[in-house]
Each structure stands twice: as C-alpha cells, then as structure tokens.
C-alpha cells in the first residue's frame, strides 16, 4: 500500500511538472510573437534595475543556479548523508538534481524558443534555447530538496532555512531577468516545474517517518 500510494502521488506531482511545461511550451509556440503576455513587461522592468553595481551583483548570484555551484554542493551534501547513514536521503538531492537538469534540457531542446533580444545580454550563455530555465530549475529543485531533508532529519531547522532557500530561488530567478537571457514565463514555468518534481521525488523514494520504505 505504501509503495503504490507513493507511486501514485510521485505519478501525479510530475503529471503537473510535465503538464507546466507542456503548457508553457504550448503557449509560446501558439503566441505567434515567441513571447507570452508579461515577458515583454518583465524584460522592460527588469532592465530599469539596471546600474554598474548591480550588474556585478546579479552576474555573482546568477552562479548560485549552476551546475558548477550546485553539483559539487550535492556531492558534498550527498556524501555527509551517506556518511551519517541517511542513504535514502543523499541519493534523493543527488536525483533532484540530476532529473531536473536532464528536463530541463529536454524541454529545452524541444521548444526550441530562442533568447530574449529586446536587450544585450550582459553575460554569455551555453544554449540558444530559453524555455525553460535551467538555472531556475536546477536551484529550486536544489533548494526543495535540502528543504524537504532538514524537514525531515532536523525539523528544528525548517523555520530559519525555508527563508533563506526562498531568497536564494528568488534571487536567481531575478538574475536570469536582470541579465537579459530569460523571459519570465521561462523562469516562472521552470521554478514551478522543478518544485512538483522534487514533491514527487520525495513521495517516492522518502516515505514518511515511520512508514516501510519503498
């Protein structure tokens, strides 16, 4: 019973990963312009934010979303659980992110939308493809599943950590805007994907306290 429960739940939480992101990709390929109704808005304002010092300050929080920050804080991350006997929960952050990188780059390649032009980009990008946002996705599904483990192994600590994962998912997400190589329906589609996938990773492979593992 516990295993079919977790499996219907992981089923239907990426049911509304897929479903975000079908939609999304459904809904710029049919807007015509390439664009949704608040891209061009949120381009605009994002870009009205702009001054020297900020630039440095976005360009270094953008990094917070890579894989080159989130790979090697995983493995750490991973690495300490595994130590500490919590294998369950270091394979699922390792998961978190690996799945949500990968779908991240399916999506992409299959909506093909190009990067937003309406300003230069201030810093280089690894793929003509913008939706969705890796960064977003890969940093909320990092930040869900750090989240979801000290909820589980420390609740103590949920109520300081949650504020401080929140600011980091939003911070990168703003970066990506800032810096001109996202649309927001990128971002906002991508944050929103990746959190049901990691809900849905959690029902999986973490039954709750006290309940027979998967």
Sequence with gaps: MIVRLG????????????????????SILASGSGHL????????????WRSPWLDGVFLGLTRLGSMLVLLPLVVAVGMLLWRRE???EARFIVAALAGAALLAQL????????????????????????????????????AAALWLVAARLAPRYRQWLMPVLLSIVVLVDFSRLYLQVHYPSDVLAGTIAAACWVVGLRALMLPKAGAPAT
């Design 7 to 26: 499996t219907i739940q992981a089923t239907l939480w990426w049911s509304a990963a897929l479903g975000m992101l079908v939609a999304g990709a459904a």
């Design 37 to 48: 109704f608040f891209d061009r808005g949120g381009l605009i304002l994002a870009n009205a």
């Design 86 to 88: 919590h294998r369950g």
């Design 107 to 142: 999506a992409k390649h299959l909506t093909l939308r190009p990067r937003p032009d309406l300003f230069a980009a201030l810093t280089p990008v690894a793929s003509p493809f913008s939706f969705p946002s890796a960064h977003a996705v890969q940093v909320t599904a990092v």
